[in-house]
């Protein structure tokens, strides 16, 4: 993609980004810690999320291909791990060309993700339905929260990460919005406000990584074929057609490259271009400007959001429930629920320090943190020695 961070580009106006200086109103901690000698509030956080066992974790996580197809071995598809290195890299351009906080993009961006449990959407909607049973609910935004503000154990003074306001607004408010009815739990997260530009930004950063990266991986693994795409992503094709006039003796595969890199490059300058025209129209010239604001500012152009939801339709019928993948989220929702079933008959199979929390937790709810918490194949262990399989 173009390298916006090194052209200048008009920002906006100064008092619409976070402030990260350690004064600031959204870089104070749940527990208070001296400054850092030379580390900004913000680049903390991302060094601490960076460093976290969660986010290594990540690794082991499904973020589209449950199971790769048998007759293609190769270890370069996106995991959830590499997903979110490429959503960073977005982030931080996008806030850099605004003139945003790209610190707290950055924190904000490694994290977005951490809550996710292992199988992709398939194990999160198993793990849901479980709880369901309970009276209970699975949200990846409110167990991210929890393991940055619990789970985590790294620090001798207190438990979780002991980040930053702002950081942990962003993880409970970048995609969706919660009600203050509904989650009294969540107060201190100004749940009447939109929350700043660079919790806002991580969302469309995330749709645009991996709409971008799922087309190259179904391409490349075989699961679409360059004519379905072509025919079904007229965003894929216009740039397509444009590489292959521009090289008309580059490899196929290259091509590819060229129209994928392509439309990464258009969505990101869309939504620069978007937002910046939705802050100029409302003259919002602050922060809580923003948060007060009417609707979202950051948005892709009515034009480009109707392609890159096609694009994401033509996904979710071809790639990640075409008929291939049945088996794939079979198996999933299969070990999920019975890893859960089993661990809810018998917690003494729990780890003790996941024993402990029952009583503050409820059983059901230690066993989905539990779960959460596992990589693909970690599951898959647990689930063939528990369940006897
Ligand atoms: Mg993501």
Redesign the pocket.
């Given at each position: 993609m173009m390298d916006l961070e090194s052209k200048p580009a008009a920002a906006l106006p100064s008092g619409i980004a976070v402030r990260g200086d350690a004064d600031g109103p959204l870089t104070r901690r749940a527990r208070f810690e001296p400054p850092h000698p030379y580390r900004a509030p913000f680049a903390r956080d991302a060094a601490r999320i960076l460093h976290a066992r969660a986010f290594r974790r990540l690794a082991g996580k499904t973020q589209v291909f449950a199971r790769l197809p048998a007759d293609s071995p190769s270890d370069h598809f996106r995991s959830r791990l590499t997903?979110t290195l490429e959503?960073t890299q977005i982030a931080r351009t996008l806030a850099a060309a605004l003139g945003l906080n790209t610190q707290l993009a950055e924190a904000l961006a490694l994290v977005?993700?951490i809550g996710h449990p292992p199988f992709g959407h398939a194990g999160e909607q198993a793990l849901d339905h479980c709880l369901r049973g309970f009276g209970l609910a699975f949200d990846h935004n409110l167990h991210a929260l929890r393991i940055v503000t619990w789970f985590e154990e790294r620090y001798a003074a207190f438990r979780g990460l002991n980040l930053t306001l702002a950081v942990r607004e962003g993880i409970v408010k970048h995609s969706r919005d919660y009600s203050a009815s509904a989650h009294p739990e969540l107060a201190e997260y100004f749940l009447d406000q939109f929350p700043p530009l660079e919790a806002q930004l991580i969302d469309l950063a995330?749709e645009i990584a991996?709409l971008t990266a799922d087309l190259d991986d179904g391409l490349d693994s075989g699961i679409l074929t360059l004519a379905q795409v072509r025919e079904g992503v007229p965003l894929f094709r216009g740039f397509h057609d444009a590489a292959l006039s521009e090289y008309p003796a580059a490899a196929p595969r290259l091509t590819v490259n060229e129209a994928i890199k392509s439309a990464l490059n258009a969505l990101v300058t869309d939504l620069l271009q978007e937002i910046r025209a939705r802050v100029a129209a409302l003259g919002a010239t602050t922060l809580a400007e923003v948060r007060h604001a009417p609707h979202r500012l950051a948005a892709l152009s009515p034009q480009v959001e109707a392609a890159r939801a096609d694009a994401k339709e033509f996904l979710y019928a071809n790639l990640y429930y075409s008929p291939g993948m049945e088996d794939a989220h079979a198996h999933a929702t299969t070990v999920v629920q019975g890893l859960f079933a089993a661990l809810i008959a018998d917690p003494s199979l729990l780890p003790e320090d996941h024993q402990a929390q029952i009583p503050s937790q409820g059983l059901a709810r230690t066993v989905a943190d539990y779960i959460a918490g596992m990589t693909d194949s970690y599951i898959e262990q647990l689930w063939a020695r528990c369940c006897g399989r």
């Open positions: 997903h959503v977005h993700d995330d991996y």
